[in-house]
Every structure is written in structure tokens, then in C-alpha cells.
């Protein structure tokens, strides 16, 4: 899955509509959920805070982050564009220091 767009949901002359924003993450699985997050960012971008495609992309973007927790997986800007999870600090637990 591309993070690219479609054109025709980017026209100038076409509104963005809350169903544009269901079509587009309804069928989106953990894999593909942090490309689905990104482009739903960029299409709700410009809308002002009450847009209902905005109120719905905020929603589903919310969604897409807690999907993509499951992989492990960080991508674009937001809570999960850290690195996940915390480095190991010395050897296996129960392993003796040997130094």
C-alpha cells in the first residue's frame, strides 16, 4: 500500500467528506495502518477543527496509532514516531556479571 493519494480526492473542486475518510482506513489492518494514519493526515491537513471529515480523520486516526502499536511499528510525526519499547539495560535476566 502506497502513501500516495488518489488524485480525485484531492481536487481542488471536490470536499473532502467523513466517508472519504471510512472508505479510505475501513478495510486498513495493522500492517498497513501507520501508511493509512499518514495519509489520512495529509487529507485533513487544511480543514478547519470542525470539519466533519476532520472530526472523523482525527477519530480514525487515533484508531490507526492503537492498530499499529500491535506491530510495533512507528512511522510520520506523533506519540509513536519514537523508538518503541526501552533499551535493555545489562545481560539476560538472572545472568551473572562476569567482568
Do not use: N
Not at 15 to 36: K, M, N, Y
Not at 42 to 52: A, C, E, M, T, V
Request: without cysteine; hydrophobic residues 35%.
Amino acid at each position: 500500500m502506497s502513501q500516495a493519494e488518489r488524485p480525485d480526492r484531492l481536487a481542488p473542486d471536490r470536499e473532502l467528506t467523513p466517508e472519504d475518510i471510512r472508505e479510505l482506513v475501513g478495510a486498513g489492518t495493522p500492517h498497513f495502518a501507520l501508511q493509512l494514519k499518514v495519509r489520512v493526515e495529509r487529507l485533513i491537513d487544511s480543514l478547519g477543527p470542525d470539519h466533519p471529515a476532520r472530526i472523523e480523520g482525527e477519530r480514525q486516526i487515533t484508531r490507526l496509532a492503537q492498530i499499529a502499536r500491535v506491530t510495533g511499528e512507528s512511522r510520520g510525526a506523533g506519540p509513536l514516531a519514537g523508538p518503541v519499547g526501552k533499551p535493555l539495560s545489562g545481560g539476560a535476566p538472572g545472568a551473572a556479571d562476569h567482568g
